[in-house]
């Protein structure tokens, strides 16, 4: 196991895995392509001023700015109710995204921060349908009723095809 204290750590870890990545200095941003239907990269920041690591993965992109009001409930409604909650809403350039952080006091071993990617991406597909239905026009408060049917649709499915 490779422990990393620094964004230039793990952009060499990736580099001696053989892992395809982008690294942007500036921001010390690390991409990796997720190979998934959701929008951009998986994001890997490590903040400049606080010890922590953020991992990113947009859900929606250009959303209609007269959605955003109803997705700021959706987020807020999912949050609630989520373990460890992670959704968020860029005003700015219109994005719904889900992210979470991990202290990098002593460093962080490089599979936590792989276990935490699949995490956020795992909470990123789980929710994207339920969010695009929001962005299409399903009012925000609906979030827990548009998530329930789809997760049913899925369960029917999968079941279906299993029989």
Avoid: C
Avoid at 43 to 51: G, S
Avoid at 59 to 82: G, I, P, Q, S, Y
Avoid at 129 to 154: L, M, T
Wanted: no cysteine; hydrophobic share 45%.
């Amino acid at each position: 196991m490779s422990v990393v204290h620094t964004f230039d750590e793990f952009a060499a870890a990736l580099d001696a895995m053989k892992v395809p990545h982008r690294a942007i200095l500036a921001s010390r941003e690390i991409e990796l392509q997720g190979g998934t239907s959701l929008p951009g990269p998986i994001t890997f920041r490590w903040e400049k001023n606080v010890p922590f690591v953020t991992v990113r993965q947009y859900v929606l992109d250009d959303v209609a700015a007269d959605r955003l009001t109803d997705l700021e409930r959706a987020v807020t409604r999912v949050n609630h109710h989520l373990e460890v909650p992670g959704f968020g809403l860029d005003h700015l350039r219109r994005r719904v995204y889900f992210k979470l952080a991990a202290p990098v006091f002593a460093g962080i071993d490089v599979d936590t921060l792989n276990r935490l990617a699949k995490g956020v991406l795992a909470n990123a597909k789980e929710f994207a349908a339920s969010f695009q239905a929001v962005a299409s026009g399903r009012p925000g408060a609906e979030i827990a009723e548009i998530y329930k049917d789809y997760a049913q649709s899925r369960a029917a499915h999968f079941f279906a095809e299993g029989s």
